[in-house]
């Protein structure tokens, strides 16, 4: 994975305003850290920060980082956004060592077509988007690739089939589904009796077997007693 060099500027001040005024700017408030580092708090351009993380590694982007004079290898963590914009207001930058393993989530992809799910009117679900792993930082994928051509209904591809390269590791469970072929939803419905349904069957029951039975009518008042 390749580097990408990006400029920070120290002296920031703290606070909201300083803060509100550097984003103001186009800038983006920030803070390197790791082992042997910092905290420094820092400043980096909003568009240059966003460039470097569109690339095809996204988060995972590998950040040669300038700071007066010095140069760290970072990885843009605890990353803050706007909640209506959606624009980074702030970014922690962590010192990473090239050499030691890092954790970080990959993101999965589908190839293929699910032929015989398609045929047989069924659903393609992924069920896992993302998966977290270990490698040294320049080893870390921009993506996994999951073949799902070969899946059927009632199948699954699971994180054991993933076909990781040598330096790269998971702790995900190897039986965790990444996607599975489903039934077609109008059969799985139909399956699946509602709720309602059930409970008006055992009423139904319960009234047929368990009725008491009709008393039989009182003896009339002509044999009792009415004397002639």
Known sequence: MAEITLVADTGRLSGTRPARR???E???????YGRGVGPIAVSVS???????????????????????????LTMARELQRHPVRGTLTHVDFQVVD????VTADVQITLVGEAIEVIRGDGVL???????????????IPTHLEVDVSELTIGAAVRVSDIALPATV??????????AAGQPPRVQAAEEAPA?????????????EEGAAPAEAPAAGGDESGGES
């Open 26 to 32: 186009g800038r983006v408030p920030a803070v390197v």
């Open 46 to 72: 909003a568009r240059e920060l966003r460039a470097a993380l569109s690339t095809d590694a996204g988060l995972n982007a590998v950040l040669s980082l300038q700071v007066d004079g010095q140069q760290f």
């Open 195 to 207: 709720e309602g349904e059930e409970a008006a069957g055992e009423e139904a029951a319960g009234g």
């Open 98 to 101: 090239p050499n030691r393993e």
């Open 125 to 139: 679900e992924q069920q896992l988007f993302s998966l977290p792993v270990r490698a040294r930082p320049a080893d």
């Open 169 to 178: 590791t998971t702790d995900v469970d190897p039986e965790a589904v990444v």
């Open 22 to 24: 550097l984003r103001h």
